[in-house]
């Protein structure tokens, strides 16, 4: 019954999910500098800072009680306060989320249509050359460093053929997320084409394939049925990268000044200010985890082979 | 055709690493000395790679950065893979409690996206060669302990493991000597794998600014300091960017040829 899966897998994460809130708690601990000489500045007498330590009472009580507060607020959907805009990092973080799951929506259709595609050709063309070629260009996709082959696009389509702007969001026009896109979806797009080839080829050799085809069935049908099954595997990957790509894409964001979650982070990270990037991190994680569970359930679901436990 | 593409990419690792040992030899200019005589040139004979804003050479400061990028790469795989390895032991070998701690640590690392971990590690800690070193060793070792975890679990109760156990060996023998060697093509495919991933890592911390600080170059910090020049000096960021390619792709090429070359030896001999 995949509901009880449902819930189980959801019990299990629990032992994950209160590691990673009190990683993200001791890592703000951690954190050089004092919050309150962010939030009142550097000038101020002793009795002034002492003074609104009593005020604010969390110096008072001991680290458990503090890791208490913070998983209360992180239930109540407090992440805490900006250092230097003093807005809730909360509110911040949700007025990002749409343009980063904007850009990712898109990065991952780009990949998948790219992705599929070229595994397609890998998996049902018998030439050794087009198997090579794929090979490199799957393999290149995911050696180049996504902030190099996003520059590299700047330079071509917006320095030498200038069809296309190179950084910004505009009012969302299309032509703003084209190079973004593409940049974040290229690696997806190649371990997409590498997972359909294998997979396709896999089902391809299985007996009922070849039955299939015995019985005179054309070789579309014959595609349709097995690209069903070979599919399972392929949709557990797509969900697995738009979940990375949903944390913000810390370095296409920061390239193409795309003004999401990732970009955020990454200026929080120059000025220091660390509610932001503890929230930014462990949102991130928060919606990484989410996806998981739900790729799991998924995969039992979409394939009645994998016994539920 | 794919044995051509493994051990080109073994002689371009070689070359690389190469260079980078021998770098503070080799290097045609002083990597961190400006010459103000030569800002922003162009490629030349003189310049191999061009200069940078400040007159620096580019193909010595990509030798010299080379030493930072490919030391953490190796050092830090190397450090994770000993963590992996006993903590992979442990769980994967006694089971019980201890497998559910380790269990859960690992867990815990590998629920963290990896960039975002490293940005959160790398931002609480001074900017340097150490920070980078910590943050890399801790966001790469769950995957070595779940690898080494799963392959004791396989293991552990083959008919070659209980006879030595039957002898009288200890745990740590049987793994060193039974489990261990039997898990060396994965593991060398993983660590090659790996080292690419670390090297990746540091590139985008140092492009970020949460690396090695300037003046001293990395390949990341040199990608995005030519951002910068990027209409004037295209030739800042491309080098670089192409070294960084190459390196892991080269690894990646490695690490997969060998997983290949090591499957077709065990079809050989079974």
Known sequence: ???????????????????VIIITF???????GNPLYSIIGERVTAERVSELKSKMDIYDVSLLRQLKMYLFNILKGDLGYSYITKQPVFTSLMEKLPNTIKLASLSIFLAVI????????????RSVLVDKIILLITTFGISTPVFWFGLLLIYLFARCLRILPASGMSEGELAYIILPALTLGSRSAAYIARMTKASLQDVLAEPYVLSAKARGLSPFSVLRHSLKNAMIPIITLIGL????????????????????????????ISQRDYPVIMGGVLMGTLIFIAVNILMDIFYVVADPRIELK | MKKFFYWSALGLLTVILGVCVLSSWITPYDPLLPDLDALKQAPSLSHLMGTDDRGRDVLSRIIAGGRFSISLGIFTTVFALLIGIIFGFISGYYCGWMDSLAGVAINITLAFPSLLLAIALSSVMEPGYKSIFVTLVVIGWAGFAKLIRGETLKLKNSPHVQAARVLGASDLYIFLKHILPLSAGIIITAVTLRVGVSILMESSLSFLGLGIQPPMPTWGGMVSQGRDFFRSAPWMTMFPGIIITLTILSLNIAGEGYKELSAHNVKKYK
């Open chain 1, 241 to 268: 990268d738009f979940g990375s790509y949903l944390n913000g894409s810390v370095l296409t964001e920061t390239i193409f000044g795309w003004n999401g979650v990732g970009r955020y982070v990454v200026m929080a």
């Open chain 1, 1 to 19: 019954m995949p509901l009880k899966y449902f819930f189980k897998k959801i019990i299990e994460s629990f032992p994950t999910l209160t590691g």
């Open chain 1, 26 to 32: 001791i890592l703000l601990k951690l954190a050089p």
């Open chain 1, 114 to 125: 790219c992705g599929i595609g070229l595994g397609l050709i890998g998996a049902l063309t």
